[in-house]
């Protein structure tokens, strides 16, 4: 029998390492992981690589994590969204090392890292600063930049229902970066909303596949960034 | 005050940045799957001629976008790459990110509105950074856009706060990508960029060319049909 439930966000992060790159999943809060991210704060491993679109707005969540000082280095797309204090403070004092990534490439890295693919080239960014120091090759007359896979130690993803087996569905565009996320790490902690038996989703509407997944977490009503900002929480 | 809040270079010519949007949505046709940039480039939506539907497409993973709901109401996990909360039209569809910078990076879009710090005459576009040392780099999906949509518009003020061209000969902010932009629609006209620089498509109401060109950072051809524009 296959059961990846694990009974805490706390037990499912328990093994995280100092030092280990953690994939986050979500585009803003939507799809942000608050309770796993929130029990790695409290898990106390630290020197993180942190691969996530953004960085967190308020004190919670993403930004808690960056707070807690227990990030090395984001790499990211977006390291500013409004409401976003935390990071900027940290970048500007020289306490975390950022790697800008288009949005594009970032989830391009992530899929062909999970795919086996080591590297590919890309049109994006080509001429501009992103592609300094970069390998590049024309093809068809136009250059491309040489772009290389990522993968991770941890990934930390929210979905909407997932079954037993680590089959998941999200939530509308709380899906954004998870699909591939999961497929990139050595170990996929998914929390879910919903966590259901194998065999009572539709298979031709899974999204991520369980083979994918390593632990599920039930979090039947996870927290949410605004919500949580608007009330003036800061984590821990 | 007045230039920044109503996107107009002088207060009495020239489109307002409503105006702008009015006349992007014109070039639009029916049936074009678009994605508006954060900002100015989503008022296009608000303008688009009766009788024709576009498909927005918002790169964090919906195609079918529809309009925002009232404050307070919506989804907080129905969003656009702006984070703002937004609707879905009949027909809307959610995906991943590599499916959604598939659709950007594989020619799937037929265009996308884009503001600018500056254009350059032959094409380049810089609208990510200024490149000053205290600013948070950030660049998001506007390097995977203008590498890889048909058609990129620039929707911009003509002259920036200061009174300096936007449309340069070469420029000098970090690049987003070389020679992507198609066409430019400023508060005082519309300029194409082709192989051999600017050249005017038309001028906003009551603007003259010597008034564009004078502010403008690289010589504006005239239009081929017809002369004394």
Redesign the interface.
């Known amino acids: 029998m296959i059961d990846k439930r694990v009974a805490s966000a706390r037990e499912a992060v328990a093994d995280v390492r100092d030092g280990a790159t953690v994939m986050i999943g979500g585009?803003?809060?939507?799809?942000s992981p608050i309770e796993l991210i929130h029990a790695l704060i409290d898990q106390g491993a630290k020197g993180l690589t942190v691969i996530s679109?953004n960085t967190g707005t308020g004190l919670v969540g993403l930004a808690a994590l960056l707070r807690a000082g227990r990030v090395r280095k984001v790499i990211c797309?977006?390291?500013?969204?409004?409401g976003s204090t935390v990071?900027?403070d940290l970048?500007?004092a020289g306490k975390v090392e950022?790697e800008?990534?288009?949005?594009?490439?970032?989830?391009?890295r992530?899929?062909a890292g999970g795919a086996g693919i080591a590297a590919f080239y890309?049109?994006?960014?080509?001429?501009?600063?992103?592609a300094d120091g970069k390998e590049t090759r024309a093809f068809d007359g136009r250059e491309h930049v040489l772009e290389h896979g990522l993968r991770a130690d941890f990934t930390l993803i929210k979905g909407r229902v997932a079954d037993t087996h680590g089959n998941v569905l999200?939530?509308?565009?709380?899906?954004?970066?998870?699909?591939?996320m999961a497929t990139a790490a050595a170990v996929t902690i998914v929390q879910a909303a919903e966590v259901v038996q194998a065999g009572t989703l539709d298979p031709e509407c899974v999204?991520t596949q369980g083979i994918f997944v390593d632990r599920v977490v039930h979090v039947p009503s996870p927290a949410?960034e605004?919500?949580l900002n608007e009330a003036g929480a800061s984590y821990p | 005050m007045s230039a920044a809040s109503t996107g107009r270079t002088e207060s009495t010519l020239g489109w307002t940045r409503e105006g702008i949007a009015e006349r992007v949505a014109q070039d639009i046709p029916n049936g074009s799957y678009v994605n508006l940039g954060i900002g100015i480039p989503e008022l296009v939506a608000r303008y688009v001629p009766a009788g024709r539907t576009l498909v927005y497409h918002?790169?964090?993973?919906?195609l079918g976008m529809g309009p925002s709901p009232a404050a307070g109401q919506g989804?907080?996990?129905?969003?656009n790459a702006g984070?703002r909360r937004v609707s879905m039209m009949p027909g809307a569809a959610?995906?991943?990110?590599?499916t959604?910078?598939a659709m950007?990076?594989g020619g799937h879009l037929d265009l996308s509105v884009l503001g600018a710090l500056q254009v350059a005459a032959n094409g380049d576009l810089a609208n990510w950074?200024t490149g000053a040392d205290?600013a948070?780099?950030?660049?998001?999906?506007?390097?995977?856009l203008v590498?890889?949509v048909k058609r990129v518009f620039v929707m911009t003020t003509h002259v920036t706060k200061e009174g300096a061209p936007k449309l340069v000969e070469r420029c000098t902010y970090?690049?987003?990508?070389?020679g992507v932009v198609t066409r430019v629609y400023s508060d005082l006209a519309v300029i194409d960029v082709t192989p051999k620089g600017f050249k005017l498509v038309e001028l906003a109401p009551g603007v003259a060319f010597d008034f564009v060109q004078e502010r403008t950072g690289a010589p504006i051809l005239r239009p081929t049909p017809r002369t004394g524009a």
């Open positions: 585009f803003g809060e939507a799809g679109n797309s977006f390291p500013r969204t409004a990071f900027p970048y500007r950022l800008l990534v288009p949005q594009g490439t970032l989830a391009e992530i899929r890309t049109p994006t960014a080509a001429g501009t600063p992103l999200f939530h509308r565009t709380a899906r954004n970066f998870a699909p591939m999204v949410l605004s919500a | 918002t790169e964090n993973g919906l989804d907080p996990e129905l969003i984070k959610f995906f991943d990110q590599a959604s910078f950007i990076r950074s205290d948070i780099p950030a660049v998001g999906g506007a390097m995977d590498a890889g970090p690049l987003t990508g070389r």
